[in-house]
């Protein structure tokens, strides 16, 4: 990389360390989770559909997010063990708009929602003509309430290890070891479920369209119909393990991707949203 490309690169990453401060110190505390009832483990076996060993099957219930908002899920999903991978991204997209390039099994990143949300098209597309999927099940990013109910793994903490940051060294690639750069998924500890960096390396991309949440009570919520923003989740290795915490959200435009931004998918039924009645 040239020194002036480096030094900009540094400039828009210092920018964006700031501006992901600024938000967090505005939403206060996270939440805490309850009712951790079950440690998911294979899941059922569904005709027709083939899974990748790959997804850890996370069963539905509750927990509690910021201000004390009980948040229900009614319907369990599998979610991706690991972020995507450069590798993965490629063979199914035919390019790689990551920065940190040179090994395959680093989280994919510089990817929009948009592409996101195209790769999670294509995957259930193939899996379809593959005879792996069914019609009524689809690949797709995980709503607010899915990420942060399979982040938590049943911990009431503010991360999913506990309380203390100077643990996240462990768990998670954020600014304080990561070297300034993204490391191949799956290096830290899992959390209970068996998730892998769901805390920092990169962000992770949400279905979400941002909005302040509803008060009260909300089952199987899936944020506004529409919006300006979309929110990614769980820190990265370029802002400082605080910002990894659980219930921790910023967001950016749905077209834009930016080198600490990556995702990971969840398979669940065809998408639908929540009854009126449920809000959110
Ligand atoms: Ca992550």
Known sequence: MKAGSARRTREVARWWAWCVALVSALQGLAGSARGAESTPVSGPSIPGLVLSTNLVFIKAGSFTRAHQQVVTLTRDYWMSKYEVTQGEFLAL??????????????????????????????????????????ADYEYRLPTEAEWEWACRAGSTNRFSFGDDEAAAVDHAWTEENSEAGTHPVGLKQPNAWGLYDMHGNVWEWCRDWFAEFPTGPQTDPSGPESGKFKVFRGGSWNHQAKFARCGNRFVMAPANGIFFVGFRVVLAPVFAPARAAAGG
């Open 93 to 134: 997209m035919g390019r790689n708009p990551s920065h940190f390039t040179g090994d395959p099994r680093r989280p994919v990143e510089k990817v929009s929602f948009l592409e996101a949300h195209s790769y999670c098209v294509q995957l259930t597309r193939r899996e379809r003509e593959s005879a792996r999927l069914t």
